[in-house]
């Protein structure tokens, strides 16, 4: 009877040693699969990557040949990674990140003779809790950089995926893949409708989701978690929003066209919305929300190195959250 191992140590065989793997692998080609599992066809990276699709194939060859066994199978959906393929593609995202950081935290010492790190965010957490929280760290650690970024959680994560960022607070909801990020439970979000203060409705008591209907919003992109959230609330009241002249994710934009506008609508955090409020504005309306947003963490890449830094700036952040 032939041994259940067998197809283990033939697999096993087959892999080229360490030695062997890392003298003929480069850098271009953990590159190379990392496009082709993300665009799904040597046609697609190809492409992307400026080659030429044969090119791509030969590429793909060397890289199997190199390593010993079959990285992708050839399905009628394109190219899908094996078991291997997979494997293998993970240690090279985990590579060329590596790789990246070490690059970006060498130029940042070079030029400020000091550790940076690279925190995304989205507005929300912005306001609640991130602010105070660099504050706070910089008081105890002057001589970090913090480079910050605002966006949308699904930007923000594929910034920590490619190892731009090194920490966002955000949401993993939006993420085509959470296995590779580590989500930590920050906060729930609350949310507020935002007008002028010179709005027909900023004085109203108890306004009703029908009458805001009729106003034009400003609306997130389709994609994001607080458009869902906005949409499934005003469904739940029986009302269709009726006006939609701008989708925008930004928050600057949003509080500038609301400012300016006597009849704008938009759904924000109430922690920003307060920030504008208290400085005359923007104003809230008496309006009820029902729904609820959904919580964000800190978000890190799973395998992604950490610095002592950054554990310090997420200890800031952590105590600014439990205060808030």
Known sequence: MESPEKPEQDVAQQLASLHAMGGRLKFKQLKLLIAIEDMGSV????????????????ALREIEEAIGVTL????????????MGRCAIRYARLMLSSLAHMHKELLGMSRTSGVRIAVGTIAGALAAVLANALIAFHRLHPDVTVELQEGTSADLLEGLQSGVLDLALCRTSVARRTDIFHFEWLREEEVAVAVSPMHALSRTPDVGW?????YPWILFPGHMPLRTLLEREA?????????RPV???????????LNKSPAMVALMSLETLQFFEARQTLARLDLKVHANAEPYGLVTRVGAPESAALTALKACIRRQALSA
Do not use: C, I, W, Y
């Open 235 to 243: 469904a739940s009241n029986g009302v269709v929003l009726a006006f």
């Open 210 to 214: 029908e009458q805001v209907a009729q």
């Open 43 to 58: 046609h697609q990276a190809a492409v992307l990557l400026h080659m030429s699709q044969p090119g791509v194939s030969k």
């Open 72 to 83: 992708f199978a050839r399905t009628p959906q394109g190219l899908v990674p094996t078991d």
């Open 247 to 257: 989708e925008t994710s930004s928050t600057f934009a949003t509080a500038l066209l």
